[in-house]
């Protein structure tokens, strides 16, 4: 089944475990996929990770500095927030919809979940705070048209609307 | 280091430049300490981030200039953000920055 995306761009970052990698690509196989990632726990604390995808990702889709922001808070919430030991990255297009798809090792946790629906509300944190936070959620939901997380929580999806042919 | 400071008379220009993500985290601790430090000598009436060279920034960013804004004011002291780039303003904008602090172009 894997063999017929084998010319999207692929790559590993890290020293996942196989049966990890093999997780990472079954979760988000579609015909349509065009490009994907798979890191380590370690890859993610790495800057250089998310200069690679970022440069390595099409241009003609998404302003990159969009991208860049998108990728930047959801590896910063999987290796942070979600103590990912592997994530995966995935995005597939169809028509003016694409797809980023994040899927991590072990889930995340219900937190995440709740947090993400109070962002939902439009609301921004308080910033009288002492630590001040929770701005990551806030800022997909601007950024994309639809975030929502998977039923067992592997799962972080951003739905963008394409704008370009 | 991602940051440097410069004082003109009682202001003190912090010029952040590069790519501020939440894996500069001890950076950005280091930059509350030293802003921080400064305005506890009581000299400096205005701190003035400059964004100039800030290529790119995520949420943990916006976090650390939230925190030093908060402890500049502690100090009856002003804060204000300098010539973020367009990118920048607009992710500023996203969260409502401008709510609580002034940022010029």
């Given at each position: 089944?894997?063999?017929?995306?084998?010319?999207?761009?692929?790559?590993?970052?890290?020293?996942?475990?196989?049966?990890?990698?093999?997780?990472?690509?079954?979760?988000?196989?579609?015909?349509?996929?065009?490009?994907?990632?798979?890191?380590?726990?370690?890859?993610?604390?790495?800057?250089?990770?998310?200069?690679?995808?970022?440069?390595?990702?099409?241009?003609?889709?998404?302003?990159?500095?969009?991208?860049?922001?998108?990728?930047?808070?959801?590896?910063?919430n999987?290796?942070l927030h979600g103590e990912?030991?592997?994530?995966?990255?995935?995005?597939?297009?169809?028509?003016?919809?694409?797809?980023?798809?994040?899927?991590?090792?072990?889930?995340?946790p219900?937190?995440i979940?709740?947090?993400?629906?109070?962002?939902?509300?439009?609301?921004?944190?308080?910033?009288?705070?002492?630590?001040?936070?929770?701005?990551?959620?806030?800022?997909?939901?601007?950024?994309?048209?639809?975030?929502?997380?998977?039923?067992?929580?592997?799962?972080?999806?951003?739905?963008?609307?394409?704008?370009?042919? | 280091?991602?940051?440097?400071?410069?004082?003109?008379?009682?202001?003190?220009?912090?010029?952040?430049?590069?790519?501020?993500?939440?894996?500069?985290?001890?950076?950005?601790?280091?930059?509350?300490?030293?802003?921080?430090?400064?305005?506890?000598?009581?000299?400096?009436?205005?701190?003035?981030?400059?964004?100039?060279?800030?290529?790119?920034?995520?949420?943990?960013?916006?976090?650390?200039?939230?925190?030093?804004?908060?402890?500049?004011?502690?100090?009856?002291?002003?804060?204000?953000?300098?010539?973020?780039?367009?990118?920048?303003?607009?992710?500023?904008?996203?969260?409502?920055?401008?709510?609580?602090?002034?940022?010029?172009?």
């Open positions: 089944m894997l063999d017929k995306v084998s010319k999207m761009f692929f790559r590993v970052f890290g020293k996942p475990k196989p049966s990890h990698i093999r997780a990472a690509q079954e979760a988000r196989f579609h015909r349509d996929t065009f490009f994907q990632a798979i890191m380590d726990g370690e890859s993610l604390l790495d800057q250089a990770t998310l200069d690679v995808l970022v440069q390595e990702f099409p241009k003609d889709l998404i302003e990159e500095a969009d991208l860049y922001l998108i990728i930047a808070e959801c590896i910063a999987a290796a990912a030991k592997v994530l995966g990255f995935h995005a597939r297009r169809r028509r003016k919809i694409l797809l980023l798809s994040f899927f991590q090792i072990p889930p995340m219900r937190f979940v709740t947090v993400l629906s109070l962002a939902r509300t439009g609301a921004l944190p308080d910033y009288d705070c002492d630590l001040p936070g929770g701005l990551g959620f806030p800022i997909l939901l601007r950024l994309a048209h639809r975030v929502t997380t998977s039923s067992d929580r592997t799962r972080l999806q951003l739905w963008l609307r394409l704008n370009r042919p | 280091m991602p940051f440097r400071f410069r004082r003109e008379g009682n202001d003190l220009v912090v010029v952040i430049s590069g790519a501020l993500t939440f894996h500069q985290h001890k950076e950005g601790e280091q930059l509350i300490y030293q802003v921080t430090t400064l305005v506890d000598k009581g000299e400096v009436t205005l701190v003035r981030m400059n964004f100039a060279n800030v290529q790119r920034m995520d949420s943990h960013w916006l976090g650390v200039l939230i925190r030093i804004l908060r402890r500049v004011r502690e100090k009856n002291a002003a804060f204000v953000i300098e010539k973020p780039s367009r990118d920048i303003n607009r992710l500023f904008e996203m969260v409502e920055l401008n709510r609580i602090t002034e940022i010029r172009a």
